[in-house]
């Protein structure tokens, strides 16, 4: 009985181990120029690491400076082939939020803030 706890705790361990690795951190650097919103935090202008685990569509997406995480948002992974980084953001009741991070191959989708809701 013992012999058969271990052996299936070791297949979980296995099984746990080959998701993780299935799907890697993707990690890039971006630089914002102007407060962008994203999720309900203010973003200054400045580079931000950003990472998300996952082959998507649906990821979250973690905007950082060295060990300090400003926001973890959701956001919508999609494959496309873009010919250069850009950031979109759409401008709404004096403040400008964070819409899509396009990437070389992938555009990360983030929903619009609504400044009604306090969101």
Do not use: C
């Not at 990472?51 to 300090?68: H, I, K, L, M, Q």
């Amino acid at each position: 009985m013992k012999l058969r706890s271990i052996s299936i705790l070791a297949a979980l361990l296995i099984m746990a181990l080959s998701m993780a690795m299935a799907w890697p951190k993707v990690k890039k650097t971006i630089k914002i120029t102007e407060p962008a919103i994203v999720g309900s935090v203010t973003l200054q202008p400045g580079e931000y690491n950003i990472d998300w685990s996952g082959t998507g569509p649906n990821v979250e997406v973690s905007f950082s400076r060295g060990a300090t995480t400003f926001a973890t948002v959701p956001a919508t992974l999609e494959a496309v082939q873009n010919q250069q980084d850009s950031i979109v953001t759409q401008q709404a009741s004096g403040s400008s939020s964070l819409v899509e991070i396009n990437l070389k191959n992938s555009r990360l989708h983030f929903a619009p803030h609504d400044a009604s809701s306090g969101n």
